[in-house]
């Protein structure tokens, strides 16, 4: 089975450019969660859906970042106008329910610089 | 809160050595914890879990037993290889509602030598 496909792998733009990063999550599974991870502030949740709905977007730094899951297969995190400080690896994650103890499964990662 | 704690890194090692990477962690309810492994340029894999208090999760030679009483789930290896290096992150689920977020500690960086 496919794990979590997640594109661009790198990304590098410049300060200002909007920047969309991509999620399909493995199918069959209803909860998708992105990350970033970053030296700094380490892994950090931004935000997960349960059934294509925002659920928690606490970690959501700032309103230059958003997240949409328009269907149960694809997901994207946007930051529009990136910043320097945005460069990090943005890892999205899904599993088949939102339970205690549910394993969640990792994506490769983006790598994004913003310069 | 809910909060992870490991040890730092970097943990240098010999080949066939024994491992231990410590992991405390605050939690209100009944948390669930997971140890991650993540090789370089790659995603975070599961290497085990354990989902009660006294639960042992094991997997590929690594284990790590929940202890509420000390609120631990140290990571321990008895035989180390040199394709063990990688950073191990230990995680929580919080418990005491319908949701499986996951809150990391900061991830502990060990290289075994040949």
């Known amino acids: 089975d496919a794990g979590v496909i997640q594109s661009p792998r790198h990304e590098v733009t410049e300060m200002g450019q909007e920047v969309t990063l991509r999620c399909k999550p493995i199918?069959?599974?209803?909860?998708l969660f992105w990350y970033r991870q970053t030296m700094m502030r380490g892994l950090e949740l931004l935000i997960y859906f349960n059934n294509n709905v925002p659920i928690d977007d606490s970690g959501m730094p700032e309103d230059r970042f958003s997240a949409k899951m328009p269907n149960a297969s694809f997901s994207t995190l946007k930051i529009q106008p990136s910043e320097p400080r945005d460069s990090a690896v943005y890892f999205c994650?899904?599993?088949?329910?939102?339970?205690?103890?549910?394993?969640?499964?990792f994506g490769p990662g983006t790598r994004l610089l913003v310069l | 809160g809910n909060s992870v704690t490991q040890m730092e890194g970097p943990v240098t090692l010999s080949e066939e050595a024994f491992l231990t990477i410590n992991c405390t962690y605050t939690a209100t309810g009944y948390p669930s914890l997971f140890w991650y492994v993540q090789y370089p340029g790659e995603g975070l894999q599961l290497l085990l879990k354990?989902?009660?208090?006294?639960d042992k999760g094991s997997n590929k030679g690594f284990e790590a037993t929940y202890r509420k009483e000390t609120t631990s789930f140290h990571l321990e290896k008895g035989s180390v290889q040199v394709s063990d290096s990688a950073v191990y992150f230990c995680a929580l689920s919080p418990g005491g509602g319908a949701t499986n977020k996951l809150i990391f500690g900061t991830g502990t960086l060990l290289a075994v030598q040949p």
């Open positions: 354990a989902t009660k208090a006294d």
């Open positions: 994650a899904s599993s088949k329910g939102q339970g205690v103890g549910e394993t969640q499964y």
């Open positions: 199918s069959g599974h209803n909860s």
